[in-house]
């Protein structure tokens, strides 16, 4: 069963956080310049919030398509689901649809060890699915065939 760690190990362990005071603007400009879905929003080294794309939208619609002078702690998700990194892919997946998240931050204990997407989880499906694939071809190429002289004797 795929776990979260492994996902993570493969994807990198790049982390991009925020601060609650953060001005809106300011996170939507690293968002912006690090091509980045989401930002983990920690204060004194606890995670506090998560701020994506949703988030962002629903405020620029709330406030005529202006960021004003708002912090992040003001439109953030200040009660993010998160996961372990033994948690399994398949839960992930069902947590992801029944809640529409499309980030999850990764938990071991109080310390942040990554994020996991839902680009991730499709990536991650897709690769499981080619590598049983190819095991699968090279089973049959392997297969056994039938012995002519056994076959002749029956």
Known sequence: MLKVNE??????????TGTPDMPVRNAISTMSQLDIGSLVIMEHGQLVGMLTFREIINHLNQHDGQAGDYTVRSIMD??????TPNTDADE????MLDKHAR????????TLMGVISFYDM???IVDAQQFENDMLK????DWP???PAIARKS
Do not use: N, W
């Open 138 to 141: 090279a089973y049959i190429r």
């Open 78 to 83: 200040d009660a993010p689901m998160s996961v």
């Open 92 to 95: 992930v997946q069902r947590l």
């Open 7 to 16: 996902i993570l190990r493969v994807k990198g362990h790049t982390l991009y």
């Open 103 to 110: 980030y999850i931050p990764v938990m071991d204990g109080p």
């Open 145 to 147: 065939s039938e012995d």
């Open 122 to 124: 499709a990536r991650a």
